[in-house]
T-cell receptor, first 113, second 111 residues
């Protein structure tokens, strides 16, 4: 099985711009979760999508949004970028049908200047 | 809200020594998972614990879930350089809830 893929892998944006990140889950997985990872902060949960619906949400401002398509692929959007948004954004997929492990993608490294 | 705390944040170990990292939740968990992230890599699933008092072993790694299902530990014996990385615990309060990660324990191994 192909693993979780994320595009792009690296991104440099300027403050005030917006960005869209993409995640393709493992075939057959219906749940996609997004995390922000920064040094010292660990993995902060952004949101989870299951069957095109947001099932869980973390404590991030409304500038962070996401969606999931019928093929389970997911996108995450950050509007009005701030310097503090610089981070590694990880997506993880799972079957979503109960307690199961998450498979992480390689991440997108976002740098905001 | 639910919080998962991990200690220590940083662990420096001599090769061959044992060490333990601890995970504590402010609320009762339905399950806890452990992940390992190598430097420059992404988190990789290690194990999942569901039952109160459960103990699972993977070679030199021993995972334990507390009786009250609010804490967990990972014990590594005879540490090797391949154990380098950051170990995260992550808990859920129910099967459909978000997976709350701890801040991780960064392990450095000296040969």
């Amino acid at each position: 099985k192909a693993g979780v893929t994320q595009t792009p892998r690296y991104l440099i944006k300027t403050r005030g711009q917006q960005v869209t990140l993409s995640c393709s889950p493992i075939s057959g997985h219906r749940s996609v979760s997004w995390y922000q990872q920064t040094p010292g902060q660990g993995l902060q949960f952004l949101f989870e999508y299951f069957s095109e619906t947001q099932r869980n949400k973390g404590n991030f401002p409304g500038r962070f949004s996401g969606r999931q398509f019928s093929n389970s692929r997911s996108e995450m959007n950050v509007s009005t970028l701030e310097l503090g948004d610089s981070a590694l954004y990880l997506c993880a997929s799972s079957s979503g049908t109960g307690i199961d492990e998450q498979y992480f993608g390689p991440g997108t490294r976002l740098t905001v200047t | 809200g639910q919080q998962v705390m991990q200690i220590p944040q940083y662990q420096h170990v001599q090769e061959g020594e044992d060490f333990t990292t601890y995970c504590n939740s402010s609320t009762t968990l339905s399950n806890i998972q452990w992940y390992k992230q190598r430097p420059g890599g992404h988190p990789v699933f290690l194990i999942q614990l569901v039952k109160s008092g459960e103990v699972k072993k993977q070679k030199r790694l021993t995972f334990q879930f507390g009786e009250a299902k609010k804490n967990s530990s990972l014990h590594i014996t005879a540490t090797q350089t391949t154990d380098v990385g950051t170990y995260f615990c992550a808990g859920q309060t129910d099967s459909w809830g978000k997976l709350q990660f701890g801040a991780g324990t960064q392990v450095v191994v000296t040969p």
